[in-house]
């Protein structure tokens, strides 16, 4: 059977839209009626809400809202530092996963790496005691956090920064 355009049958090709992982920034296409959907990133598996950058996200903030509640420098039990702190999912929802990051630069003021730290699964108006490594020997300051979960970024409030741990690394 061969249709031709008379036919009465419509044919579209459909529209795409790219985004990104809210993990792990691998880039993602679809269709932009996916727009909202939860899917399973290709390249880390962990899952994602499909948004369409620079537009409004397709889930308002309050629905999956992260706050900081403390953040310090800190070493473990085998004297390695990290940055510790408290966070708290301050939303109705229980979220498949959380995520804190932090941009590490040297007494300069220059970037020398980043660090973060993942919580699968973090319920509704639970907390979560994180701690994010820094293996940077330079690092002795730390962006304000960067929060994320499978609906993407979130968490505008702004916390102290840790001070220096320059004195606690001469101890």
Not at 75 to 98: I, T
Request: with cysteine; aromatic share 8%.
């Amino acid at each position: 059977m061969t249709l031709s355009p008379g036919d009465g049958i419509m044919m579209t090709r459909m529209s795409k839209a790219n985004c990104y992982c809210n993990f792990c920034s691998s880039p993602m296409r679809f269709e932009f009626c996916r727009v909202g959907e939860t899917v399973n990133c290709f390249n880390c598996g962990m899952e994602t809400v499909l948004f369409i950058p620079g537009l409004a996200p397709p889930y308002a903030e309050e629905q999956y809202g992260l706050e900081v509640r403390e953040m310090k420098w800190g070493k473990n039990q085998f004297g390695l530092r990290h940055v510790e702190g408290v966070v708290q999912n301050v939303s109705s929802k229980n979220l498949d996963w959380a995520r804190i990051e932090f941009i590490l630069s040297d007494k300069a003021g220059v970037a020398v790496g980043s660090t973060s730290d993942c919580l699968i699964s973090l319920p509704a108006k639970a907390t979560w005691k994180f701690q994010a490594p820094v293996i940077q020997g330079e690092a002795v300051c730390v962006s304000d956090p960067i929060l994320t979960c499978e609906y993407g970024r979130t968490g505008k409030a702004k916390v102290p920064r840790p001070p220096s741990p320059v004195s606690s690394r001469a101890a």
